[in-house]
Nanobody, 126 residues
Framework: QVHLVESGGGLVQAGGSLRLSCAAS????????MGWFRQAPGNEREFVAAISRSGISTYYVDSVKGRFTISRDNAKNTVYLQMNSLRPLDTAVYYC???????????????????WGQGTQVTVSS
């Protein structure tokens, strides 16, 4: 079992920045590929970014490329999502997720993930 706890959400003006953190516990963190997803009101949950077990490989949805950066610190059992140039359309609950993955592989499909955090709210005002 892997327990995930997100933090760092909040209210920010358009153009601002936030850094989300997701702390993991329960298993060897470096055995898990990680992802960030988000769900806006009235919408389905969507993929945002993913990172491989080592952190070497990353992948982003087109709408956040160049603005968001996913990273991880395996010594701290934490994955991060640095969000810059935020837009009102980025408003959502952000979730981190974990999957016991294959080395070097990143996962972007929701169904592939085994463990989920409770989510953190990000609100971007115009």
């Amino acid at each position: 079992q892997v327990h995930l706890v997100e933090s760092g959400g909040g209210l920010v003006q358009a153009g601002g920045s936030l850094r989300l953190s997701c702390a993991a516990s329960g298993r060897t963190f470096s055995n898990y590929a990680m992802g960030w997803f988000r769900q806006a009101p009235g919408n389905e949950r969507e993929f945002v970014a993913a990172i491989s077990r080592s952190g070497i490989s990353t992948y982003y949805v087109d709408s956040v490329k160049g603005r968001f950066t996913i990273s991880r610190d395996n010594a701290k059992n934490t994955v991060y999502l640095q969000m810059n140039s935020l837009r009102p359309l980025d408003t959502a609950v952000y979730y981190c997720a974990a999957v016991r993955g294959v080395t070097g592989v990143i996962y972007w499909a929701e169904y592939e993930y085994d463990y989920w955090g409770q989510g953190t709210q990000v609100t971007v005002s115009s």
